[in-house]
């Protein structure tokens, strides 16, 4: 680890990166990200038309008053507008607001699953620093938020510290011992929504076995304040028949074998392990949402790019 790492993040017994999260690997993703440019974020703001503007922020130059939300500058409201309304209102103003990325983590018990290099809860660990070190590389806040098995959040912060605070919780929650908690995947966005702090993107790193019919309403929601991104993370065997033969399978110590042999059984086999990526990836789609689907043998590099836009990444 390097100075500053040592620093920040405590000796910890670390990780295989295999089933379990490894704090030495998602530090050293930072390397391989180098400089990063991100596109600028897009937000429709709440005006007449719902038509797509620029984020504003903290600058010289008024840009216009809305509703005030959790998180504003109080130093920033339009007292005229709220006497006029009786509404509290907060001036934005162009180009000076720090950009953010909020992260949003599944840590449900189907993620401990994977038939090919890394479990899904690995690899999704490895997309959640690669994305905190993107945000940081190109000027923005990160913050983390657990949702599923561990309800746990990382406030925003800035700068390497931001990143290596997202490595360290990423490390410590998969390290925590198993609780058997679902949490719908609508319920999460509506808490992510209430802690967004001002996030101009949002990401959702998920397997979908929670997404549920309530879940789109919640991300349109979400995208009617930020850039949405969903990562599907699936295992090979849930995105594509596999080949005829025998498979041990296990699960909460228990182990067994699966035979597999005509195209009709495997092809089943498939749908229904495949059932939660396939679902997620269809509510993304149905939400005009960016959506990458990866599995546990790819680098997430490139999809973690596209999802949040990144214009340029020097590797």
Do not use: N
């Amino acid at each position: 680890m390097s100075a500053l790492a040592d620093a920040v993040l405590p000796r910890r017994v670390d990780g295989d990166g295999r089933t379990r999260v490894a704090l030495a690997e998602l530090i050293a993703l930072g390397a391989r990200v180098g400089r990063a440019k991100l596109a600028p974020a897009q937000s429709r703001a709440e005006r007449s038309g719902q038509q797509s503007s620029r984020l504003y922020g903290r600058g010289m130059d008024y840009a216009e008053s809305r509703v005030y939300q959790a998180g504003d500058d109080v130093r920033r409201m339009d007292w005229r507008l709220t006497a006029r309304s009786g509404r509290l209102h907060t001036k934005l103003f162009q180009e000076e607001r720090e950009g953010r990325l909020l992260i949003l983590l599944d840590t449900h018990a189907s993620m401990r699953f994977g038939t090919r290099v890394r479990f899904k809860s690995v690899q999704a660990a490895r997309a959640a620093a690669i994305a905190a070190w993107l945000a940081v590389r190109a000027g923005e806040r990160v913050g983390l938020m657990a949702f599923g098995a561990a309800d746990q959040l990382l406030r925003p912060q800035g700068g390497a510290h931001g990143a290596l605070a997202v490595c360290g919780a990423l490390a410590d929650w998969d390290a925590a011992p198993p609780v058997d908690r679902h949490e719908a995947l609508s319920a999460a966005l509506l808490r992510a929504r209430r802690l967004q702090h001002g996030a101009s993107r949002v990401l959702l790193v998920s397997d979908g076995f929670s997404a549920d019919e309530a879940a789109r309403q919640r991300l349109l929601d979400l995208r009617a304040r930020a850039g949405v991104g969903v990562l599907v993370v699936a295992d090979a065997l849930e995105r594509e028949p596999p080949p005829p033969g025998r498979y041990p399978l296990e699960h909460a110590g228990e182990r067994r074998d699966v035979v597999l042999l005509g195209e009709r059984q495997r092809r089943e086999f498939q749908q229904a392990l495949g059932a939660g990526p396939a679902s997620l990836e269809t509510l993304a789609r149905s939400a005009a949402l960016r959506c990458c689907v990866i599995d546990t043998r790819d680098d997430p590099l490139a999809a973690v790019g596209e999802l949040l836009g990144v214009a340029k990444v020097w590797q």
